[in-house]
């Protein structure tokens, strides 16, 4: 196994246990609940049921990224130790976090000149994100370099698919991704809809569809018309949910039907406080590895 750290931020959306056990290092961002301030440690300072049901009691949820002397103090542990860093950054087209860690990088390099920390953007968001650092552990794992492991993670990162849907738009509303004119008439015609992660890493409504049972046979649809190999797909597959999850458990009864080579289950995860907050209740995002987002 080759020996450095692999980094991420809390917006990977695993749990701690998954991250844990693929030895995934990672860095809190921060939230705001109720006007009480929290780290978006993974459900551990407040369950992700509690925050939902504070959220829909009208408790208002704000995030903050984080910050430069945060980033330089949790590099530094590592470099003081020896140990060279590979960190990937919540997408900066959701974020502009990879800019505080960036700057740490730059003062850090000069002090420790060598040891290598390198800091790339993922363009992934949630359990996409975390999947890309799932596939960056299993090259380690096998010894590649930490040179070898960011080269992969900066091609293939785009090959990392995202799709989301919602059946609550109260969020999406409030976050400006869906104005108030169609959020109306979209909640009156239950209209559930389907957005994606595009190339810039930001999120992107594509379709609009007409309730939840049509959105959830659209979604795996679109793994099937975008995932490496199609139907013969053997790669991995992550969904992560804000609170709904039968909705991701019948995605994936769907996914593990229509897959049969795939690697492995599906794995589903929870939508942590900062994507969460911006989400609301009710969405469930789809991850895997397919065709590159060319838009």
């Not at 509690?50 to 470099?79: C, H, N, P, W």
């Not at 999850?245 to 897959?259: K, P």
Request: proline share 2%.
């Amino acid at each position: 196994m080759s020996d450095f750290i692999l980094s991420c931020c809390s917006t990977a959306d695993l749990s701690k246990e998954y991250f844990q056990k693929r030895n995934i290092h990672y860095i809190c961002f921060h939230f705001e609940l109720g006007g009480v301030q929290y780290l978006d440690d993974l459900g551990a300072s407040i369950s992700h049921a509690d925050r939902y049901k504070r959220m829909a009691a009208g408790a208002d949820a704000k995030t903050s990224q984080i910050g430069v002397g945060e980033y330089t103090d949790y590099f530094e542990e590592f470099l003081k130790e020896g140990k060279d860093v590979l960190h990937l950054t919540l997408s900066s087209g959701i974020s502009g976090t990879i800019n505080s860690a960036l700057i740490a990088q730059r003062e850090l390099s000069e002090k420790y000149p060598d040891r290598k920390l390198i800091v790339i953007d993922s363009l992934a968001a949630s359990s996409g994100y975390g999947l890309l650092m799932d596939y960056l552990a299993d090259l380690r794992d096998k010894g590649c370099t930490i040179d070898e492991v960011a080269e992969y993670a900066n091609d293939n990162r785009l090959n990392i698919n995202h799709w989301f849907f919602s059946s609550d738009l109260t969020y999406y509303i409030k976050g400006g991704r869906v104005s108030k004119a169609a959020g109306l008439i979209g909640t009156i015609l239950n209209i559930c809809p389907l957005l994606n992660v595009d190339y810039k890493g930001c999120l992107i409504p594509r379709e609009k569809i007409k309730s939840k049972k049509k959105v959830i046979k659209r979604i795996v649809e679109k793994m099937v018309e975008c995932a490496d190999n199609g139907v013969n797909y053997d790669g991995k597959c992550f969904i992560s949910h804000s609170e709904c999850l039968e909705d991701a458990q019948a995605v994936a009864g769907l996914i593990e039907e229509q897959f049969p080579a795939m690697k492995g289950k599906v794995r589903i995860f929870d939508i942590g406080a900062t994507i969460g907050s911006h989400t609301g209740p009710g969405t469930v995002a789809l991850f895997f590895y397919g065709k590159k987002r060319v838009d």
